[in-house]
Antibody
């Protein structure tokens, strides 16, 4: 069974950086890309970017291009999201999701990142 | 890339049908048959209901169906059930390896 398990809640001060991890299992890691999607409190889903875990190919949303880095470690079957220069507007739940063709299936449980001084 | 447009909310009684629209442009929905829909219950992770406009993944009830016409897509829930009360989001491939989600629709079962 496919599982995506994310790291725990983070609390950061404005200007700091955060790393969220997504540990995958139950399938061949390099056969599927991983997306990152975030959801601010009471708001909708926002696509941030994805990584081709087989080739290392990347694509980021223009909105986050300057502040986001997605990496993967095949030996650990884990994908990471790094977001820098945090502001209160980055307070959100961050989800990883496996690419299923051009859809998103399944999803991790989500990681709450709170940015507050 | 602007978010796809969905109605804020729709509602229906048990057993009825509801349809959620998702309006994009000729650069996203109109250009590719890569529209998907996810369901999200409060405090939970989303779950895919429809992929590639009309495909229903294994385990998704057949009362969920998808369609597309021009720059708009739709999700129809037939035979509405109490457990269908949730938020629904469409998404589309937009070319150049990017994606966009819809604004989200809350479905209320009366």
């Amino acid at each position: 069974q496919v599982h995506l398990v994310q790291s725990g809640t983070e609390v950061k001060e404005p200007g700091a950086s955060v790393r969220v991890s997504c540990k995958t299992s139950g399938y061949t890691f390099t056969d599927y890309a991983i997306h990152w999607v975030r959801q601010a409190p009471g708001q909708g889903l926002e696509w941030m970017g994805w990584i081709n875990t087989g080739t290392g190919g990347l694509k980021y949303s223009q909105r986050f291009q300057a502040r986001v880095t997605i990496t993967s470690v095949t030996s650990a079957t884990t994908v990471y999201l790094d977001l820098t220069s945090l502001t209160s507007e980055d307070t959100a739940v961050y989800f990883c999701s496996r690419s299923r063709g051009y859809s998103f299936d399944p999803w991790g449980q989500g990681t709450l990142v709170t940015v507050s001084s | 890339q602007s978010a796809l447009t969905q109605p804020r909310s729709v509602s229906g009684s048990p057993g009825q049908s509801v349809t959620i629209s998702c309006t994009g442009t000729s650069s996203d929905i109109g250009a590719y048959d890569y529209v998907s829909w996810v369901q999200q219950h409060p405090g939970r992770a989303p779950q895919v209901m429809i992929s590639d406009v009309t495909k229903r993944p294994s385990g998704v009830p057949d009362r969920f169906s998808g369609s597309k016409s021009g720059n708009a897509a739709s999700l129809t829930i037939s035979g509405l059930q109490a457990e269908d009360e949730a938020d629904y989001y469409c998404s589309s491939y937009t070319g150049t390896n990017t994606f966009v989600f819809g604004t989200g629709t809350h479905v209320t079962v009366l």
